[in-house]
């Protein structure tokens, strides 16, 4: 039975006896369970296969929350919220005793936002607890940016699956940790760096994205990867050693002469970072259906999302 609807009502009903729903946001769709419930939220690392030493983001619909499970909120953080929320921005903020160590692996922060989808939005009016959702996919697996691509790999392990429509950012949120006055970046998405730097007027006291960044466990270097082996390149590479019959590629804006046209992937054949971002999740499960040998893969320009986009395919790549 596939598991996918469009009704809050039922949504509502199953996350208050602590089960699991998949909810549509602007960025990717979560897997979604009462935050404050340590059993439903078990659930999710169980169903994802997820290690316990990786924490999850909550989710609730109003800044005004924010004091319920964070302890103090210092002003850069109410100006990054007001800034971009509902919206695509993660805030890490110390954490009050209330929300389960189960959800922050054992740490005294907590990853906070308020999601920008209408669907969910109105869900978490309706709810008396905020949400924990990772993105729904199994486990360096690539996040899903439909209904659909929820059911294809955990119908099984979700009690409903809320459809909201494609999501219309399609690269997960931008996670920034706010100490005083200063912000770190700990992951690239769909808030960019020159965006939060024009919002702050300051630059990020550091940008860690390496997989052994300690700040963000979940930042492996090797995630959001499609069973088959993806290879970056670039204009020049020389790919005779390949062959090419076998290979898929996924380009920013132009396509290849060397590969079969209908296996290329062209992101945004305008050149748009945003349109580039729509895509990519979809397009890397597109390519892996091909059962091709290879995925080929360019990277975007180093600005703007391009550079969010570029952290998901070195990633995709790092087997
Ligand atoms: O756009 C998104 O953020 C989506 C949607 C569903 O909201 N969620 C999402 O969750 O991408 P997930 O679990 O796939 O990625 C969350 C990342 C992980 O890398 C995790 O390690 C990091 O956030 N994180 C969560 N809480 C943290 C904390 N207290 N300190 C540092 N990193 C944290
Ligand atoms: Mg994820």
New binding site residues.
């Given amino acids: 039975m596939i598991k996918i609807g469009t009704k809050i009502e039922k949504a509502v009903e199953i996350l208050n006896k602590g089960g699991l729903v998949a909810i549509p946001?602007e960025?990717?769709?979560?897997l979604a369970a009462n935050a404050l419930n340590k059993d439903a939220v078990a659930k999710i690392f169980a169903a994802k296969n997820r290690p316990s030493f990786?924490?999850?983001?909550i989710?609730v619909a109003q800044f005004s929350q924010f004091k319920d499970y964070c302890k103090r909120i210092p002003e850069l953080a109410e100006l990054l919220s007001k800034a971009f929320h509902p919206g695509?921005l993660?805030l890490?903020l110390e954490k009050k005793e209330l929300v389960p160590d189960l959800v922050?692996s054992g740490?005294n922060?907590?990853?906070i936002?308020i999601?920008g989808h209408s669907t969910t939005l109105e869900l978490l009016e309706r709810l008396k607890f905020p949400l924990a959702?990772?993105?729904a996919n199994p486990f360096g697996y690539i996040?899903p940016t439909t209904a659909q691509h929820v059911a294809d790999q955990l119908n099984h392990a979700v009690d409903y699956i809320l459809d909201g429509g494609p999501c219309s950012l399609g690269i997960?949120?931008t996670?920034v940790?706010v100490v005083n006055d200063e912000y770190e970046v700990?992951?690239l998405?769909?808030i960019s760096l020159e965006v939060l730097e024009k919002v702050t007027g300051k630059k990020p006291s550091s940008v860690l994205l390496s997989s052994d960044n300690p700040?963000?466990?979940?930042?492996l270097s090797a995630h959001y990867a499609p069973r088959t082996p993806v290879v970056l390149i670039d204009k020049n590479s020389d790919l005779s050693a390949y062959n090419l019959q076998e290979a898929a590629f996924i380009g920013f804006s132009a396509l290849r002469d060397d590969i079969p046209q209908e296996n290329q992937f062209i992101l945004s054949p305008k050149a748009d970072f945003n349109e580039a971002a729509v895509n990519l999740f979809a397009y890397l499960r597109n390519a892996e259906r091909l059962s091709v040998r290879w995925i080929f893969a360019e990277l975007l320009p180093e600005e703007s999302l391009g550079r969010a986009i570029n952290d998901r395919l070195k990633r995709a790549a790092a087997k």
């Fill in positions: 946001t960025t990717v769709y979560g990786d924490p999850l983001i989710h695509p993660t890490i922050t740490q922060t907590v990853g936002r999601p959702a990772p993105s996040s997960e949120s996670i940790r700990l992951r998405g769909g700040a963000a466990p979940g930042m």
